[in-house]
T-cell receptor
Framework: KNEVEQSPQNLTAQEGEFITINCSYS?????LHWLQQHPGGGIVSLFM???GKKKHGRLIATINIQEKHSSLHITASHPRDSAVYIC?????????????FGKGTLLTVNP | KAGVTQTPRYLIKTRGQQVTLSCSPI?????VSWYQQTPGQGLQFLFE???????NKGNFPGRFSGRQFSNSRSEMNVSTLELGDSALYLC???????????FGPGTRLTVT
């Protein structure tokens, strides 16, 4: 079992729909990152969070430390949101701190 | 502020050769991490450098190595290239470990 599991693997939506991508992890963490990768493009960090909720524009990220679960929400989706969204967790500090990644969720938003 | 830069952007090598990739972090960032991305394995951590010291290393063979210079620029080297080393190699810089990471555009390595 992977340390970081994302669902769904693929998601197709119509423009304007509300989208949720889920991430579950099995280890104690210092922080969780949500990343965005466009086809052929580099990776952009969307959020880093260790508790609660963060919001940037139409994007909202939440985390429940007790349940080891995080969600990324996109409100009023747009075709330009089409990308791979990747969840990554950073372990509990110390010399072993590193990011472990989920396999990613491919989001396609149709006009 | 300039972002993270990586050179070269594309590289084609043959099996058995070695390759060196370069990463220049955002000014002021002292932590540089390297990642390998392949279609099969996704993103995997290679190693992290901070103030010229390797602080952590992922589960990769010794053919993969790196270093960091006093200006925080980092290089990674892969010796005796194998076909399976074909991947996108990304570096990311940050202030320190538990901080937001800023990724470079990556170097696409193809081994033939």
């Amino acid at each position: 079992k992977n340390e970081v599991e994302q669902s769904p693997q693929n998601l197709t939506a119509q423009e304007g729909e509300f989208i949720t991508i889920n991430c579950s992890y099995s280890v104690g963490i210092s922080a969780l990152h949500w990343l965005q990768q466009h086809p052929g493009g580099g990776i952009v960090s969307l959020f880093m969070l260790s508790s609660g909720k963060k919001k940037h524009g139409r994007l909202i990220a939440t985390i429940n430390i007790q349940e080891k679960h995080s969600s990324l929400h996109i409100t009023a989706s747009h075709p330009r949101d089409s990308a791979v969204y990747i969840c990554a967790v950073g372990g509990r500090g110390g010399s072993n701190y590193k990011l472990t990644f989920g396999k990613g969720t491919l989001l396609t938003v149709n006009p | 502020k300039a972002g993270v830069t990586q050179t070269p952007r594309y590289l084609i090598k043959t099996r058995g050769q070695q390759v060196t990739l370069s990463c220049s972090p955002i000014s002021g960032h002292r932590s540089v991490s390297w990642y390998q991305q392949t279609p099969g394995q996704g993103l995997q951590f290679l190693f992290e450098y901070f103030s010229e010291t390797q602080r952590n290393k992922g589960n990769f063979p010794g053919r993969f190595s790196g270093r960091q210079f006093s200006n925080s620029r980092s290089e990674m080297n892969v010796s005796t290239l194998e076909l399976g080393d074909s991947a996108l190699y990304l570096c990311a810089s940050s202030w320190d470990r538990v901080y937001e990471q800023y990724f470079g555009p990556g170097t696409r390595l193809t081994v033939t």
